[in-house]
């Protein structure tokens, strides 16, 4: 079944192939890809699009010697395979091996861990700058899919490749006329004249920037990729090699249904149906799907703005289409859409940044200046912000509370129910005096009465009067603080104090110090890190008081791949050991 | 002298001129810029060179109907003599009622407080969107200097404009060939090839990206600009005006030298001496620029690599040319700045990015993912990291160590004498394991002896041994601390310790321990908000313990134009105010 494959041990063995054998190898290496993919799931357009570059690039070049730089490295399996890592994909029992993802730890041929889109240029070009420095002789390659060329990171490299760099750099631009969804932005429409002119429009947004430019129709043809990266080995001056490929290639399920298609989970290779259960159960992503569509009915002023990702809260092709002229995705471009709905904020409309946590961070900048320093009433709504949802070292959420909570203005709500979320998403839109930024839960949907109004800044909630032992349990955490107030009561002999802060930005002073008359420990709970936290703002509160101060969260740790309840037990974070711990601190 | 001035008393009064009286307006208004400018300094090569623009921007649309946006907003002291705000240009007494930025507390033709690059296009993108879902009928006008366009946010949202906005949007573009120094990037090789074709190269950076395009040579010219304006006012599609205009224009001086008369200190208009005397103290920046020069003679993989702003660190012309390979100015881009060291890092260079710590916001995502997952050895080097250095409060140095600390793997170092600065550069450089970003002292220039290896990560030092409370004074904050102890010393009669954190981003757990022998009370000093902060960190430490910590430095908030001493006694850090906090704090 491998036939081919067996005999690629290191990068070099593709050397040897006849052009016949390397395309029975592609036919081999989309096996290995189905193996993985229909079995553990993971990117599968990026993959199947790019199996034939990537066995061209290693016939043609040298690595480790010259260098490939994976944008996003969503699209990097191909690679894996041919350097040594064929086992992550044909093997079942060795899947874990590999981390989905370039990774330095795994091998030579990998230059870093990246996970966020735009980046592979810039990091490239750096890499092209030390070796002129140190007067080294290779080639450096940086692999961008179109999608990604909207990102600002991308594109202010392009700018600097084309005049800063005067030496040996080649830009594999894989074009396959779609992000995760279709893509959006008028260099799209500049890319499309280009794969109708076969490259040769006069207007080129890579020579506008300053760049060589190729470009190489037949994107999944080993024989012309190999010829037209021979043309580009050695060149002595930036290049973008455009090369135009099919999305999802060797799968006609993918290749009709490209933006489902990006990322899979594990499924029936016949049907393409997922082999994993779901249930029937209501999600959070169904829940915020639904809300923005009828939201965006009762309310002409709301404005829903994606940074790509539409589906990152379920709202399909259809969805996108009904919202009409209340919904715009700015493509890959969190600035944009952050600096965007500051605008539209201004102008009375009710804009909604719908993305990830961990993209979030790339508009640190805009959400300071073009939002909070302007006091805008933006909502920014972040999915994936729970420590147990992507765990992959350049996709955690876990850094969210401690990045955003310390901007002033900018109120951060973390509601701990489906109640909570929702009416904190009614009252976010519906005022216009505060910038807001709403963590999705993470958990289990679960249910209780929730307020409607969040205007008193930093009022934490009551959920139960207790005594001596006080637990503000934020957000995802607050079952758990359920959890620990019912362990406490049951172990220790008395009913303490459990609090919903709802806001992981601010604090309410006035509560605190009405705990000391008849507390003397708070625990508080946070899924994310400690440094910077809630939990840290608090302690803070009381260092010159006589309460105790226990927080309970996460390190300040790039973690990856970890098992979420293992992590909570090494964290000391089960009922067991916080109990334990509190009858310590409190000297029983 | 401001005759025609005289009449201008709201927006729509420049309508009612001739175009010779216009002319002569535009002479007036250079006159009162001179007036303020000689007087207290500001920007300088950005408004002389856009007089006739703004003027004919009035004279042909309608504003606060019609929405400008200007991009920094340094370049809008004409638009705020023309609505409303002549005053803080001809009356030395009302000089302070004016911000130097757009500000929408100032007047209702200010749309956003700006003072960051490259937002225009997408903050008017968002007023433009918003204005269309409101069916609103209204102009909306992004300005920009060709310098900024290198942004990823300012490319990101040409992009968008390009494609997203099927309606009026009117993006001007000032092209003077400058940013604040020479422009770096593809793109300016385009502009001059426009500028030479008179528009109508085929090749063109804004068509590329989707945009309708007009070109206007004469971009000093009044009755020119009017007649462009006149052409797309209420125009129904997004369209780019690029007009090419002499920054500095009318002071021969500053259009001789563009780079230095950017900004300008108060100065005599005979001669463009400055007025102020500097004295010849040494100051940090010339510390800096030296030792970037020597460094490099010494080390050839030494890479200096700076998002424009050379000037900020002491980089002249002549000294960047004597640098030559081993420095790159990468344009106003900070996240290529920051990605590239990563690269550079990697393939065994040693870069140091400069810039100042307000821009360095930019680029937190870089910073995390494109750094510090992948362990590369950059070092960011930052300016104005004091609260009493940048004022507006668009350029506050104050949340850097918030907003950084907090990112695992990148350790942050604030330097509280001369040697220490230049120790830990050496250090932070010539090591290849830690994300290093170091703060630039804001203080007057004093030395003691400092260790020569920061490698103990979070390793405190103690400066002076003493008893019962333990002052950590970090980094700028240092000789305050030294004072407060003296003050204890002779107000309560004890000596107590005083400590040198070093480390902005990491604790000496050990060290906090020990203290807990003969210290009952820790005061922490830093210069930066608490939250999020270095003094929150201690608190936390110690929140379980016995020991009282007190946090002293700035408010989580935005501080607008203040006066530090002042600002400090308000916040109760004078010696007197701490010792008083301090005996209460102890029981005395």
Wanted: aromatic letters at 8%; charged letters at 25%; hydrophobic letters at 40%.
């Amino acid at each position: 079944m491998y036939e081919l494959m067996e005999r690629i041990n290191e990068a070099a063995d593709v050397k040897k192939f006849s052009m016949d054998e390397l395309d029975k190898l592609a036919v081999e290496i989309r096996e290995a890809l189905f193996n993985r993919l229909t079995k553990i799931g993971g990117h599968f357009g990026p993959n199947f699009g790019m199996v034939e570059a990537e066995i061209a690039l290693h016939y043609v070049l040298c690595s480790p010697k010259d260098q490939f730089v994976f944008d996003v490295s969503h699209q990097s399996y191909p690679h894996k395979i041919l350097t040594g890592r064929k086992a992550g994909y044909i093997d079942d029992n060795r899947f874990s091996e590999d981390s989905g993802y370039t990774n330095p730890a795994e091998s030579e041929h990998d230059l870093f861990n990246v996970g966020h889109t735009s980046t592979s240029i810039s990091l490239a070009s750096g890499l092209a700058k030390a070796r002129d420095l140190k007067g080294e002789h290779r080639n450096v390659i940086a692999l961008i899919g179109d999608g990604s060329l909207s990102g600002g990171e991308a594109m202010e490299a392009l700018n600097v490749a084309g005049s800063e760099l005067n030496s040996n750099f080649i830009i594999v631009v894989n074009d396959n006329e779609m992000a995760i969804a279709e893509n959006h932005g008028g260099i799209y429409k500049n890319l499309a004249e280009l794969r109708k002119t076969q490259g040769k429009a006069a207007n080129n947004i890579f020579t506008a920037f300053g760049l060589d430019y190729m470009y190489v129709e037949k994107g999944n043809d080993i024989p012309t990729l190999i010829e037209a990266f021979q043309k580009v080995k050695d060149i002595d001056h930036p290049i973008v090699v455009h090369i135009h490929t099919v999305k999802g290639l060797g799968y006609k399920i993918a290749e009709e249904h490209k933006e489902e298609w990006h990322w899979c989970v594990p499924f029936d290779r016949n049907t393409g149906a997922p082999t994993i259960d779901f249930g029937n159960c209501e999600d959070y992503t169904s829940i915020t799907a639904d809300y923005i569509m009828q939201k965006a009915k009762k309310d002409k002023k709301f404005l829903i703005i994606t940074p790509a990702m539409p589906g990152s809260v379920g709202l399909s092709a259809d969805m996108r289409k009904e919202l009409g002229d209340q919904y715009i995705d700015v493509g890959i471009a969190e600035e944009q859409a952050v600096a965007m709905a500051s605008g539209a904020a201004k102008n009375g409309a009710k804009p909604l940044v719908v993305t990830n946590t961990t993209f979030i961070q790339r508009t640190y900048d805009q959400i300071s200046q073009d939002v909070c320093i302007n006091g805008n009433a933006v909502t920014i709504l972040l999915n994936f912000t729970s420590f147990a949802g992507l765990t992959d070292v350049t996709h955690l959420g876990i850094f969210g509370i401690a990045a955003f909570s310390n901007i002033p203005k900018l109120q951060i709500l973390a509601p701990s129910s489906k109640s909570e979320y929702l009416n904190m998403l009614d009252w976010a839109l519906d005022q216009n005096e505060h910038p807001v930024m709403i963590l999705i839960p993470g958990n289990e949907v679960t249910d209780r009465e929730a307020d409607t109004d969040y205007s008193q800044i930093g009022k934490f909630k009551i959920e139960k009067q207790g005594e001596k032992v006080a637990v503000l349990a934020l957000g995802d955490f607050y079952q758990m603080g359920e959890s620990l107030v019912n362990a406490i009561k049951e172990n220790m002999g008395f009913e303490p104090t459990l609090i919903n802060p709802r806001f992981a930005s601010a604090i309410d002073t006035e509560l605190l110090k009405s705990l000391e008359e008849n507390h003397s420990l708070v625990v508080t709970l946070e899924d994310g890190i400690l440094d910077g936290g809630f939990g840290q703002k608090i302690a803070a509160f009381y260092s010159t008081s006589e309460i105790k101060v226990k927080n309970y969260g996460l390190e300040k740790k790039f973690y990856d791949r970890y098992n979420p309840a293992e992590l909570l037990k090494e964290l000391g974070m089960t009922d067991d050991a916080m109990v334990e711990e509190i009858k310590r601190l409190l000297g029983k």
